[in-house]
């Protein structure tokens, strides 16, 4: 029988009382399907507006999305304090089914923190974590290892390594993973390399051992097309049913009903490759009626010129919004790239 934390007034005093059960690690995290890399939405004061962020939680959970990521960069982390993310963690718990994976972020500077880090959100209740490299530091191939190998062997929690060599100079290789094969709580990939072959490497490489989301939504349908086992979705904070629809109908085998949705999508999904891509993604779920535009500085919302390009670009979308079918109910075949 797995242990039953009850979290009761925890957190009370910021979000007002309830009493969260968390299960540990009752939750079903298979590392496949999607997973929103949730927003944190804040009100005028900067404090977070946990009513909205229910709203955009419910919204993704009867899209069918199969687990959520907490502390991630659409999530503002670096503007969160620990207790915050504690706060989100308790919240999210007491707010979604007991067998919905919640993924805490890990991106931290020291390997002490990203310890400590990694033990505070099992001892809390988190069902698996998302590991970057060293963050500020630009470790080379040795010292990342050992960061990773470091995190793993503190927790037993499941653990997807974060690899995006684009924003964050780290490439972690094949050999690295190759290396990481004897530490059987990591588990999955978030591809970020934005080369398509990755997933194919990896697959050849590795067969089945690690599973491959794709972490760039731009090339979601040609990740899983290749055989990518899941999306961490970014527009999914917008756009729930889509993103899911997408990732559904894919796995069944009807690419060209995916194809569809995603060439419709695509101008949209260009929101996650920028810079400003809180601000943008934001804005996107303000006008969907799942989120709020405000950001925690230095952040600021967008304006001018820059503001009707993207809200063109939203409107755009929903003035052609695609009709869906009932995508929670297909039938998935073994590997859509063999579909």
């Not at 309830?18 to 939405?41: D, H, Q």
């Not at 990203?114 to 505070?120: M, P, S």
């Amino acid at each position: 029988m797995h242990k039953l934390l009850i979290h009761e007034n925890s957190v009370n005093n910021r979000i007002g009382k309830f009493t969260c059960l968390t299960y540990i690690n009752m939750a079903n995290l298979t590392w496949k399907g999607v997973y929103p890399a949730l927003l944190t939405p804040f009100k005028q004061d900067d404090s977070i507006d946990f009513e909205v962020y229910n709203k955009n939680l419910q919204a993704q959970i009867g899209a069918g999305i199969d687990g959520i990521i907490l502390g991630g960069s659409l999530g503002e982390a670096s503007s969160l304090s620990n207790e915050e993310k504690k706060d989100l963690l308790f919240y999210s718990k007491a707010n979604i089914p007991s067998d919905l994976p919640v993924i805490i972020n890990i991106a931290e500077q020291t390997t002490k923190a990203a310890i400590a880090l990694a033990q505070d959100s099992e001892k809390n209740g988190a069902d698996g974590l998302m590991l970057l490299p060293p963050m500020r530091y630009f470790a080379d191939s040795h010292e990342t290892l050992e960061y990773f190998k470091a995190v793993a062997s503190s927790t037993s929690l499941p653990i997807m390594i974060y690899n995006n060599p684009v924003d964050y100079k780290i490439h972690v290789t094949l050999d690295m993973f190759e290396a990481m094969m004897p530490f059987k709580n990591i588990l999955a990939v978030k591809e970020s390399t934005r080369d398509i072959s990755n997933v194919t490497r990896m697959i050849n490489r590795f067969g089945d051992r690690f599973s491959i989301l794709c972490g760039v939504d731009t090339l979601a349908m040609e990740s899983l097309c290749m055989g990518a086992h899941g999306w961490v979705a970014g527009l999914v904070d917008a756009f729930p049913r889509e993103t899911v629809a997408i990732y559904k109908l894919v796995k069944a085998g009807q690419i060209q009903d995916a194809l569809t949705i995603y060439r419709w999508f695509l101008p949209v999904l260009e929101l996650d490759i920028h810079p400003k891509l809180v601000q943008y993604i934001k804005l996107a779920a303000t006008h969907t009626g799942i989120g709020s535009s405000h950001v925690r500085a230095p952040r600021l919302p967008i304006e001018g010129v820059e503001l009707k390009r993207v809200t063109s670009i939203i409107e755009t979308a929903l003035a052609n919004r695609p009709r869906l079918t009932d995508y929670l109910n297909l039938k998935q075949t073994t590997d859509a790239a063999r579909a």
